[in-house]
């Protein structure tokens, strides 16, 4: 990555971090840091994904608890297949450089204690007050 590629604020203010929004492009793009954000008031920790694997991921949870005559179900999979594709055909604010959003994979709350590990999780890159990179060990 050159400085051209680098994205840069926009003055006089950015609501989410330049840096940031740099790890979660490069996360669209595959790469897979494990990081700790603050969100309002809340820690959650886990690694950053692709909005397009949220999404699939997502699609896969709705298809594994569906019945064969689930209309709700098959419904809810497609739209997030259409959601998906707005990742993959480069319509989204992704594709120009400015990701709005932030996804994680295997999300954990700071100071809650779950079996689960599978949580996927989003927020609004503008709602990260803080973050620091790597995973901070959770429970309560």
């Known amino acids: 990555m050159n ?4 994205e ?9 971090c330049w840096f940031l929004r ?17 969100v309002d008031g809340s820690v959650v920790t886990g690694i950053l994904m692709a909005g397009a694997d949220y999404f699939d991921h997502l699609s896969r949870t709705y298809a594994a608890a569906s019945r064969e005559e689930d209309d709700l179900a098959d ?8 959601y998906k594709a707005v990742y993959v055909d480069g319509k989204a604010p ?8 932030i996804h994680l994979k ?10 689960r590990t599978d949580l996927v ?6 709602s990260v007050s803080g973050f620091s990179l ?7």
Request: aromatic fraction near 6%; include cysteine; glycine fraction near 12%.
């Open 94 to 101: 992704v594709s120009r450089g400015r990701p709005q959003y």
């Open 22 to 38: 740099d790890l979660v492009r490069l996360a669209n793009d595959g790469l897979g840091l494990s990081v700790t954000l603050c």
């Open 75 to 82: 419904n809810l999979r497609k739209l997030m297949d259409v």
């Open 3 to 6: 400085r051209a590629e680098i």
């Open 134 to 140: 790597g995973l901070t060990p959770v429970g309560g």
């Open 121 to 126: 999780w989003r927020g609004r890159l503008s």
């Open 106 to 115: 295997a999300a954990r709350y700071l100071g809650v204690v779950s079996p």
């Open 8 to 16: 840069l604020p926009d003055p006089p203010f950015d609501p989410a």
